[in-house]
């Protein structure tokens, strides 16, 4: 439990002790389920949403139906926690490097700091900030955003973390948050192959970020609209062939995988970047199509339509222009 803290009067005698950085839609989400099987969840957050938290605690709501954990654990400051078991990292992409810096007193030497970010190289950039050994790449399956202070509002049910030690191996620790995971009734994959899990979602996220971002519109508008649907193609055939040009062991049916998960989306389902332009917010767009298009003019692989959107959605990168 943090340092200094009360012991959550739910918790039961063996337990996990996880800090949540970034207790967005994700980090709530995946927060609110663990706090709820007994693992001892610290959130660290601020603003309204922390002081929600504090006061009237963290409520979900969607299709696996409602929950609300009181009391709620949560601080602005990483310092007060002290060394946990697991750090849920699921800051934005260009917050990666400053939090970084503010959880290095909760990585003990036997931490496991789960990044869960949209792109590919958040586990890369966070390495030499909290050590390479603390570092395990994740892949974050559940969309939700904050309703409102205090409220986690999940679209659909999926609820699904994969995650992994970057040289395949079956940890403890690994095997400790998978198991934690069941109990908490996530679907928790512990992979051998991590660095190809990352890529299946990047193809699928890096390509729908940009089209419903430029469309303004959920996947049920796009995906069957006939001079719509070819550029989902074409955008997740450019990020495969820069995923196999950079070595990445992807399957052969890479693009027919992800055109199934898009047929199978509930219809309002919104890519983050997308609502978050829509909010006239930040967007994470250099990770995403910009990684894309620097990686295939490293490999010499053409990435036309990721370089078309990028450059339609350049002028939004740090919010709507006044």
């Known amino acids: 439990m943090p340092a200094g803290g009360k012991r959550q009067p739910y918790l039961g005698e063996h337990f996990m002790r996880i800090a949540i950085v970034g207790a967005g839609g994700i980090g709530g989400g995946y927060g609110a389920a663990f706090a709820k099987s007994g693992e001892d969840v610290t959130f660290i957050a601020r603003g309204a949403h922390l002081a929600a938290m504090k006061t009237t605690g963290l409520r979900v709501e969607g299709g696996r139906g409602a929950m609300h954990v009181m009391p709620v654990q949560a601080t602005d400051d990483p310092r007060t926690v002290g060394a946990v078991d697991v750090v849920l990292f699921c800051v934005k992409l260009w917050d990666v490097e400053s939090a970084g810096q503010q959880i290095k007193p909760m990585v003990g030497k036997d931490t496991a700091v789960i990044t869960l970010q949209n792109g590919i190289d958040a586990h890369e950039r966070l390495a030499p900030i909290v050590g390479g050994s603390a570092v395990m790449p994740g892949v974050a399956n559940i969309s939700a955003v904050i309703a409102e202070p205090g409220v986690i509002r999940q679209t659909g049910t999926l609820m699904r973390m994969v995650f992994g030690e970057l040289d395949g191996s079956k940890s403890a620790r690994g095997q400790a948050l998978a198991a934690a995971c069941t109990k908490a009734g996530i679907d928790g994959v512990l992979s051998e192959a991590i660095l190809t899990d990352l890529w299946m979602k990047f193809i699928l996220l890096a390509s729908n970020a940009g089209m419903m971002a430029l469309a303004r519109l959920p996947i049920g508008h796009l995906r069957d609209d006939p001079d719509i649907a070819p550029y989902f193609v074409a955008a997740y055939e450019e990020v495969t062939a820069v995923g196999r040009a950079a070595g990445i062991a992807l399957p052969a049916d890479a693009v027919e995988r992800t055109l199934n ?41 053409p990435t036309p339509t990721h370089a078309f959107m990028y450059a339609m959605l350049k002028p939004y990168i740090m919010g709507t222009p006044s």
Do not use: Q, T, Y
Request: positive net charge.
């Open 261 to 301: 998960f898009n047929r199978n989306a509930p219809a309002h389902l919104m890519a983050s970047m997308g609502a978050d332009l829509l909010r006239g917010n930040r967007i994470e767009l250099p990770w995403l199509s910009g990684k894309v298009i620097a990686l295939g003019r490293r490999h010499g692989v």
